[in-house]
DNA sequence: TTTGTCTATCGTAAGAAAACGATAAACTAA
DNA sequence: TTAGTTTATCGTTTTCTTACGATAGACAAA
């Protein structure tokens, strides 16, 4: 048997799981990263700075825009992506609610 | 060709992609929120709780050990484990350093 | 209309991940 | 010493992920 069980846990860990599940590859870090970098949407360009073929490029793309880390819009024959920083705050309040929380009583009450 | 390309991208980049990696399950969530509201090391119960077989959550204790998120040591037939902070510390500074300094600037700027 | 450009999707292949049972290893306790 | 408890590892199966080339679809420009 190896399907996930996910089904099994909380939606909550279900959620942060998803988030960095989107997270885990260095080509959606470094997608991420131009998209942040810039003060505008990009249309196309992505696809050149990167180590990786167009459709694999294209489906990391595809990757973040399922988990709403970024946003896509269509214009003309381009496509055009930028970041959803909202989704980061979302993402990085979830993490903070399970972990951050409960760190300062515990520092230090570990073998 | 499947082989991860993870070579062609900077240390920066697959490090927070192997912490997100780490946070990337269900499983390994629920294991780090037990080990978070504890006081203490955790030693043996682990698999008690989560609803998989010991097998399974052996192997998801030894990713989240490699991964440097967890500590773990063993006392005489059972093993102990407990969350490495420090380790969520990093994680949330190069989290940090490659997205929420550049959050402010462009909030506003995208389509 | 035809041609060119850009991106998404399809099909496919290889590797990684997730899950389990069975077994081995390490220690305790009888 | 022997039996029991606990956890790690091995072997295996199934599914997911990553990657590519090829192709199709959408639009712009000639």
Redesign the interface.
């Known amino acids: 048997m190896a399907i ?3 089904e ?3 939606a909550k ?2 959620n ?2 998803s988030f ?11 997608i ?2 131009i998209l ?6 990009i249309c196309g360009k992505i696809v050149e700075v990167l ?2 073929a167009q459709s694999t490029v294209s489906q990391h793309l595809k990757e973040l825009k399922n988990a709403g880390l970024i ?1 896509g ?1 269509v214009d003309g024959p381009k496509s ?1 992506y ?2 959803n ?1 909202k989704a ?1 705050e979302k993402f ?1 309040a979830e993490f903070n609610s ?3 929380a ?2 300062i ?3 230090k ?3």
């Open positions: 996930a069980k996910t099994e846990f909380t860990e279900q942060l799981a960095a599940k989107a997270l885990s590859h260095p080509a959606r870090i470094a991420l990263k942040a970098e810039q003060n505008a949407c180590p990786l946003d819009t055009c930028c970041i920083w980061f990085n399970l972990f951050s409960l760190k009583q515990n520092e009450a570990c073998c």
